[in-house]
């Protein structure tokens, strides 16, 4: 069967004609017009206005009017919604302006809606009211999550971690390192938004905080910063005594401290502590073009061996045992949560141990330190552990304490070399010092003590000890608390005291006497004023 089409009039035949030809000469002279311009050097801006729709007849003005819109709609539909570029981006629950009634009886003219035209997420920034709060001034687009700061404010933001604890990295290894060091008092230098505070005061010490820029501290730590807890300070002059901080932290603080202050600030480090620091420390990458330096740009961009040479430059030195302490807990911890197997190459921690002032009581102590009893040991199991002989069960060091500045390595070497049936061995020193730089693992497993200064009092009980030995350690302390002294070795042990003394045996005028030449010594009598 034959379809057959009806005709139209030949007057709206002919019309269709001209409109055709019409949009054709249109589009003819806009295209030549704009090659012309763009090999002419003239702008495209100052040939298209002279091609507008009112200079066109009222049929060709509105297929001219039709096929822009049916391009823009087409438009819509090809531009995806991700290709659209926006910074920072906005919530899907953006505010969108509505058209009043008013506003949609108005006819818009065909050039006016060209020319406004913008997709719709577009027009979603445009009429998104900044929900900025109070005193914040930055990106007009926000939804306020950001509260409106700039990019200077963010960057800065993140440099003092306070969208992120940076400290808390290395703060949760810190509680068993130091578990039985006696640590009361924590200071954190350039504490920023008090993320570590916080976590240190959760775990019951008492934690304070300094910071040399004010922000982080009004907008993270304002409870704290009225409450004394953390104060705002120059990091160069920190507000707080000589020898007050049982630990002083600085977790990536160094590496950003201006060069010419560097010194000034490890100074005020060792001057506030009491005996231990703890510094974390981002090391360069130089597998990497710009050193892992990031967006952040340190200041102190060194290898670890720079910072280790700095650091003792201010009399401060790396226990290396409470240093192999802490990194073990560190790998353990992050493998228990699953988050790498410990230290990387780019970042350091150094647990460091202020030295004490040359030709004080500690640094004598330093100097005897050395294992000077140890060639007496031998001599030491003959008496008290003979292995045959009558004396094999009457003497015997089941219970055995050492007293003396060389006690870490006098207990190593018994624990290495036990006598016969040893059930309890204890070791005292007089000087911290000597304790964190010989023996901290001795002090955590509970076997290594020490008292402050030369405190003659021995923290045991009565008689608790079979055998006592004080190895070069009376002769050092004041001649007015060696009583006290004898008396207290006298009362912690049961039955025996083995007692080795720097003297000039009975010739004290002897100028051979090597006992006369030590300085340190305090009481240098001969051997019968001793006995």
Not at 271 to 290: C, E, G, H, K, M
Not at 310 to 333: G, I, T
Request: charged share 25%.
């Amino acid at each position: 069967m034959v379809r057959l089409k009806r005709a139209p009039p030949k007057g709206q035949a002919s019309s269709r004609r001209s409109v055709i030809v019409g949009v054709v000469a249109s589009m003819i002279l806009l295209g030549g017009g704009y090659i012309w311009a763009t090999r002419s050097g003239t702008s495209p801006d100052d040939i298209l206005p002279s091609a507008s729709l009112a200079d066109l007849p009222e049929p060709k003005a509105q297929a001219v009017k039709a096929s822009s819109d049916s391009a823009w709609e087409q438009n819509e539909e090809e531009i995806p919604e991700a290709k659209i570029a926006f910074s920072p981006p906005f919530a899907p629950d953006v505010p969108v302006h509505e058209a009043t009634e008013e506003e949609v009886e108005e006819e818009e003219t065909p050039a006016k809606k060209l020319s406004t035209h913008i997709p719709k997420a577009n027009a979603k920034r445009q009429t998104f009211k900044c929900a900025c709060l109070e005193g914040f001034k930055g990106n007009p687009y926000s939804n306020g999550g950001d509260k409106c700061r700039d990019e200077k404010q963010l960057y800065l933001e993140e440099l003092f971690g306070m969208n992120r604890c940076y400290g808390c990295r290395y703060e949760s290894a810190l509680y068993p390192t130091y578990e039985s060091a006696n640590i009361s008092n924590v200071l954190d230098v350039g504490t920023g938004a008090c993320g570590v505070v916080r976590s240190m005061q959760a775990h019951g010490l008492n934690a304070q905080g300094v910071e040399a820029v004010s922000f982080p501290l009004e907008d993270r730590c304002a409870d704290l910063l009225e409450a004394g807890v953390v104060s705002k300070a120059p990091l160069d002059a920190l507000p707080f005594p000589d020898d007050s901080v049982d630990l002083v932290t600085a977790f990536n603080v160094l590496e950003y401290i201006p060069r010419e202050k560097l010194d000034a600030v490890i100074s005020e480090l060792w001057r506030v502590a009491r005996l231990r620091i703890f510094i974390s420390i981002q090391l360069p990458d130089f597998d990497l073009s710009d050193l892992g330096a990031g967006q952040y740009h340190p200041e102190n961009f060194f290898p670890k061996t720079w910072w280790e040479e700095r650091l003792e430059a201010h009399n401060m030195r790396v226990s290396e045992m409470r240093q192999a302490m802490y990194e073990s807990v560190f790998e353990a911890l992050a493998k228990k949560q699953q988050k790498g197997l410990g230290l990387q190459q780019t970042e350091t921690v150094f647990t460091l141990t202020k030295q004490p002032k040359l030709g004080s009581a500690s640094a004598r102590a330093t100097e005897r330190s050395q294992c000077v009893g140890c060639s007496y040991m031998p001599l030491v199991y003959s008496i008290y552990a003979p292995l045959t002989g009558p004396d094999r069960t009457r003497f015997m060091m089941h219970n055995s304490l050492i007293v003396g500045p060389s006690a870490c390595n006098l207990v190593r070497g018994m624990l290495a070399s036990p006598p016969v049936d040893l059930r309890e061995l204890k070791g005292l020193a007089r000087n911290e010092y000597i304790v964190e730089m010989g023996c901290p693992d001795l002090q955590d497993e509970g076997m290594i003590t020490y008292t402050n200064g030369v405190q003659p009092a021995l923290p045991y009980e009565t008689a608790s000890f079979d055998l006592v030995m004080s190895m070069f350690d009376l002769e050092f302390l004041d001649p007015l608390e060696l009583d006290a002294a004898i008396a207290e070795i006298a009362r912690v042990t049961e039955k025996r005291a083995f007692v080795l003394i720097n003297t000039c045996g009975n010739r004290m005028e002897s100028p051979n006497c090597v006992a006369a030449q030590q300085k340190e010594i305090q009481i240098l009598k001969s051997r019968k004023w001793w006995a």
